[in-house]
């Protein structure tokens, strides 16, 4: 009886502690996010009718999928501010270009540093950096879909699955 008594409270500070019950709840939601994404694959149809349960209504009531922007930036020019605020934070932005609505998606452990790249044009995506001479920085935007602090989380799969409901949600727009 001691031995179960002791695995028995070994399970409960397990379960209990916050950053397995955080890190828990973050698999879980990837896990229906990815099962959401599955379930537009493989019913979609022309018609646009209405998702049942897993409407994007739901999807974003229970912040499963970060679809809305936790943070906006439309002022790229005010690098001061996007120092103060993004410096060393980790997390998923999105660039994206207010006269043709198309959206760069990426993932990067120090925010500022990163957009300073995408803004000054080094190590940055050769498409954006063409959109972004084309049409000039008063066009863009940045948008901050995820923070996170934790490093084992790889922020790469949240940009992922970002990505593909990004798609998915602009062809249904476009063919509705």
């Known amino acids: 009886q001691r031995q179960y008594a002791i695995i028995s409270l070994w399970i409960k500070e397990i379960w ?18 990815l099962l959401f994404i599955v379930y537009l694959i493989f019913n979609y149809n022309s018609q646009c009718e209405n998702l049942n349960f897993l409407s994007l209504f739901s999807i974003l009531q229970f912040n499963v999928v970060p679809v809305k922007p936790l943070v906006t930036y439309d002022d790229l ?10 410096k060393n934070k980790a997390g998923v932005y999105g660039i994206i270009n207010t006269k043709t609505s198309k959206q760069y998606i990426g993932s990067s452990l120090n925010l500022y540093s990163r957009l300073m790249d995408h803004i000054k ?12 001479h084309k049409d000039g920085l008063s066009f863009f935007k940045v948008v901050i879909y995820f ?10 799969d949240i940009e ?7 798609i998915i ?8």
């Open 147 to 156: 923070f996170h602090n934790d490093p084992a989380v790889l922020l790469t």
């Open 77 to 86: 020019s005010n690098t001061n501010l996007l120092r103060k605020e993004l």
């Open 121 to 132: 044009g080094r190590e940055s995506n050769l498409r954006l950096q063409r959109s972004i």
């Open 16 to 33: 209990y502690s916050p950053a397995i019950t955080e890190r828990l709840w973050f698999v879980l939601k990837l896990l229906f996010i």
């Open 160 to 166: 992922t699955t970002l990505f593909l409901l990004y």
């Open 169 to 176: 949600l602009k062809k249904r727009v476009i063919q509705c």
